[in-house]
């Protein structure tokens, strides 16, 4: 248990007969004793504001700060408990204690109120502040912060098993292309991307999206994210300053568009997608979807409302962009072909690398309708003149040789099995939660009855108890109706995702009967 | 010299009695012989106007086709000198005559007038148009365009030796990357890089161009051109729409620029680089200058000077950007030390591995002042969300474990023996050719008397003998007074370096003669 000799207050000592630790430089021997954990609370609470204890850092083991402060270890117990509860670090025992976030804005710091003369008006309560990142509306570094935030247990949704990411066959690969590689092709290229991969996109789409382009229509990207920038500015150029989107759906790509000043009207997803009839209404000229397997609630366009969008692009002349994020990846359900594939005029796609293999390549593929395609290169070419060459090939090569075709259907059996874990653990600890959007893709949503505690608090309480998710409320932007999680299970192991949902259930309860002191 | 069998023609036959060519179904047949090779001649150029004839093809043999037609091999050699002088098609002989350059608008492509009925005001005299990319003004695909045209000999400035770059060693750092990299690293990651890179780059800063940072500072990107794209974003966010430029300068700079919506007022260079008191002048906010050795003069920006521009900073608050993009390069001149590292609250400086390494890496980095960082980092994170990781740890490990500095220190040497190559290519085919900026960097340039005629016409008549440059009004915004070319010359070898500036000597001379006639 005790593990003051790995904690961030080695090598401390009491100094002389002052109660006080080095740590901090805490002192808070003439705090009236009543008030002494109000006080070590703010204190630490300050230091974590401020960056003194940035996250990640680890506090003292209580033993050791009740020895050099001079007070009792359940003191320090209980002060560490309520920063826990804030979900402002997490942790105890072997792993001890460690910041997991800071407040999001500066102006959180100051909790103690002006200076540390005495104590200020300190949360007492747990429930007064929840300086998590859950705490506030997402700003737009959201993501980064949350990433930056340690957990024992990541569900974030989208990551595929980057442990299965095939480095052997990687580096073949890349022995390959080095062997074989011009030099001139390690100078400026085209800004398009190499022919190489963008032959071999047009054959993976063939085989796998029902897709029929020519290498001609590609435009190889940094990814997704990269796509909704272009795609913005070039229809910005164009008068179209709204791109519908649908609701539920993914914050990251409002954020995206939102950066691009494009408004994001939302347009209600139902059981069989995207609804057609509030897209005609909103009067948008584009938008943007997730026909394959909607983000988040994981639903499939259905065919009729295939029929009906390609209608509407048909009608109005509007642009389709259709985000296949995750198309490769299904379990219990046949294929479903890409829009592109049966109106090319009027669906610009998307697709990348990251879900297949792994984001930190930032490489993906737009093919754009005609009428797109050269304002989209000249995006692309003032954006950063094409994407990195080796890459590239690495990809082409992975991608023509098979074995990236061989390492999509290994993934596949494993995330099955981690889906069917995360599925069995949420009807075992979470007997009262729907699952939404199992059959595909990489992650599922939950959703709780409507009197359930809200799902930002319910995502503060798993983190504070180490697990990492996102509200389903996030990714709203009208009311949802009832609380609910994403969870991404591709990256983790069976038995993780079995504890990470077990820790789930506790947070629901104790979210539950917080809210429960709340109302009291 | 008869390569008709490898020609575009081959299989074709004569059909019967009929005059003509299967080869673009040409006839002339019917045509009066007086006007058969002004004919051949239109019908050519419309065929590689609109995308028959791509950049690339080969014309048949002579011999072949005036066979085919009927008419003496005299006037299809002709016809073909023609094309040749107009730089749409290069070479002859045992490589066979190739198409080079289309125009540069569909504009230019109806050369014969209405269809094919008549002939229409075909170009008789070569001078009546020059179709080449140097023929109008340049469009911002012009690099594109330049690039994918072939040449024999390329002198484009703005690349190293790319045969140099070092494939065993980064295969060995991307194996031993590898192998170490937690799974993690391969999920989204910081978009301002890894911390890795980023420390290596301080690390590299520090020692080769006497700047003093910390990794926070270093924002990682897809090179100096997407440097340029998020900095005028994130000065156009602060009211700053107008980037004053050295003049000349980077054409393809000041694209980007204008691309990105902000003005380039254009501030003259002299011999001690940018004339602030003129920069004083323009009232601009920001200005971007390459003080190490401007591009294209190749001069160093005096101590004076430096001194004037940092007052310059201080007084008006404004923004120096420093693009330091060949400053590792250097031969019988002391290191000049990056203006970054005289006051870092007013410089934010984009260096990159593309003149280190190769450009096709896209890999580089923006240190810009506190005021700055936060919105560029914004910028970044919606550009594409940060760059791939993997290049970004191999480079860190080639920087970090000497690999690069090694390979420096070889490229040196090998750029100076190719530097002195052209200057005494120089002295030898083009006497009246004064030369500049040669102490440093990957490129230099001549300039020739003001009677001399117009670089455009030089480098057209270059590139119709094989050999590839860039005009240096291309980079003028302003007349420059006399014409010149930039030649790049570090990927050639001495032997190509050597034949290529002899090309420039007959180029030189037809160009002199061409002028000749249209004055006379």
């Known amino acids: 248990m005790d593990r003051s000799k790995e904690s961030a207050v080695e090598g401390s000592v009491t100094s002389g007969g002052v109660a006080g630790s080095d740590f901090l430089q ?17 204190e630490l609470r300050r230091a974590i504001a401020d960056g003194r204890l940035p996250v990640g850092s680890r506090l003292p083991a209580t033993r050791v700060l009740a020895a050099d402060l001079r007070v009792s270890r359940g003191l320090v117990t209980e002060v560490y408990q309520r920063l826990r509860e804030d979900g402002q670090v997490a942790g105890r025992g072997r792993g001890g204690t460690v910041v997991v976030a800071a407040p999001l804005s500066a102006g959180a710091a100051t909790t103690t109120g002006g200076g540390t003369a005495g104590p200020g008006p300190t949360a007492a309560t747990p429930t007064a502040a929840t300086p998590t990142p ?21 569900l974030t949704p989208g ?16 022995r390959a292309v080095l062997a074989g590689l011009p030099s001139a092709a390690l100078g400026y290229g085209d800004p398009r991307g190499t022919p190489e991969l963008r032959r071999a996109v047009v054959h993976w789409l063939a085989r796998y999206r029902g897709i029929r382009a020519d290498p001609a ?45 494009a408004a994001t009207p939302p347009v209600p997803v139902d059981e069989d997608g995207i609804r057609v009839d509030a897209l005609r209404a909103t009067g948008a000229r584009a938008v943007l979807l997730t026909p394959a397997h909607q983000f988040p609630t994981g639903v499939v366009l259905g065919g009729a409302r295939r029929r009906d969008l390609l209608r509407w692009a048909s009608d109005t002349g509007g642009l389709i962009v259709e985000d296949d994020y995750d198309a490769e990846h299904r379990y219990d359900r046949p294929p479903v072909p890409a829009l592109r594939s049966l109106l090319a005029d009027h669906v610009c796609y998307a697709g990348s690398a990251s879900k297949l293999l792994a984001p930190a390549l930032r490489l993906g593929w737009l093919l754009a309708p005609p009428r797109y395609r050269e304002a989209l290169v000249a995006a692309k070419r003032f954006a950063d003149l094409g994407n990195a060459a080796l890459p590239q090939a690495v990809l082409a090569h992975l991608m ?28 075992t600890h979470l007997p009262a939660a729907a699952v939404h959007g199992a059959a595909a893709g ?34 709203s932007q009208r009311p949802y109706g009832r609380p609910g999680l994403v969870l991404g ?13 077990a820790v789930l259930g506790e947070a629901l309860r104790a979210a539950g009967r917080r809210s429960g002191e709340g109302g009291a």
Not at 448 to 463: G, N, Q, S, V
Not at 489 to 501: D, F, I
């Open 489 to 501: 299970y591709a990256a983790r192991t069976p038995g993780e995702l079995t504890e990470g949902v």
């Open 134 to 154: 859950f705490a506030a509306a997402p700003g737009s570094d959201i993501f980064d912060t949350l990433r930056s935030t340690p957990a024992r247990i990541d």
């Open 400 to 427: 023509e040789s098979g074995e990236l075709e061989r390492l999509m259907r290994q993934m596949r059996r494993r995330h099955r099995a981690r889906r069917d874990a995360v599925i069995a653990a949420v009807r």
């Open 159 to 174: 990551v595929p098993d980057l442990a299965s990411f095939p480095r052997a066959a990687w580096l073949r690969a890349e």
């Open 26 to 42: 805490l002192r808070i021997g003439e705090v009236p004793a009543g008030r002494r954990a109000d006080r070590l609370a703010g």
């Open 217 to 261: 229509d590609v435009l190889i990207i940094s990814g997704t994210a990269q796509a909704l920038g272009l795609i913005a500015q070039v229809l910005h150029r164009d008068g179209v300053d709204a791109i519908a989107v649908e609701d539920p759906g993914s914050l990251g790509t409002r954020q995206h568009l939102h950066h691009w000043g």
């Open 442 to 475: 990489l992650h599922l949503t939950i959703t709780f009855p409507p009197a359930a505690p809200p799902d930002t608090e319910l995502a503060a309480a798993a983190l504070a108890r180490g697990v990492k998710v996102h509200p389903l409320s996030w990714h």
